[in-house]
T-cell receptor
């Protein structure tokens, strides 16, 4: 089975801090994604990448950046964390023609 | 109009009941369709793909109606363990990204 691992399950950060969320997948998938999930709003795509060093903006990229230096790793960066970025962050990977596999999520609280 | 719409529920049904959810999508160029299941405070997991001819996996049946632009999920003989949120997912032709509905919450009651 594909495994997608997110580095932290729970994270508490202060407003203004730079935050790194790491995601690693072990099945050589080309595509990787970062979503945030909020009650009533569902899953919203922040950024995605379909190859090493490639990135595309999703629906809500403001306040975030990403890095994909290696195929298996996709990092989400909050340049200056704000309270409205408190959310559940989900990383996913996929290969052509197959559904996503998600990591177990990082619940980020910004205080 | 949202790209993918679902009734949020909750659907409260007794054990053994049959329950059906619908999901409508707005873009006629939508290509692939899936149902995901998400348990409370867990990540979504793929339940099943939805094919044009319809498909069945045990107690679960998925249907696609392209003319009316909706997909459905039918659960027969509901179990307590079926309690979860069911997410409808649509992809557009030529893209890698999925569009998620906000989910339908199901509670199966003893």
């Amino acid at each position: 089975d594909v495994k997608v691992t997110q580095s932290s399950r729970y994270l508490v950060k202060r407003t203004g801090e730079k935050v790194f969320l790491e995601c690693v997948q072990d099945m050589d998938h080309e595509n990787m994604f970062w979503y945030r999930q909020d009650p009533g709003l569902g899953l919203r795509l922040i950024y995605f990448s379909y190859d090493v060093k490639m990135k595309e903006k999703g629906d809500i990229p403001e306040g975030y950046s990403v890095s994909r230096e290696k195929k298996e790793r996709f990092s989400l960066i909050l340049e200056s964390a704000s309270t409205n970025q408190t959310s559940m962050y989900l990383c996913a990977s996929s290969t052509q023609g197959y559904g996503y596999t998600f990591g177990s999520g990082t619940r980020l609280t910004v205080v | 109009r949202k790209e993918v719409e679902q009734d949020p529920g909750p659907f409260n049904v007794p054990e053994g009941a049959t329950v059906a959810f619908n999901c409508t999508y707005s873009n006629s160029a939508s290509q692939s369709f899936f149902w995901y299941r998400q348990d409370c405070r867990k990540e979504p997991k793929l339940l099943m793909s939805v094919y044009s001819s319809g498909n069945e996996d045990g107690r679960f049946t998925a249907q696609l109606n392209r003319a009316s632009q909706y997909i459905s999920l039918l659960i027969r003989d509901s179990k307590l363990s079926d309690s979860a949120t069911y997410l409808c997912v649509v992809t557009l032709s030529g893209t890698y990204k999925y569009i998620f509905g906000t989910g339908t919450r199901l509670k199966v009651l003893a």
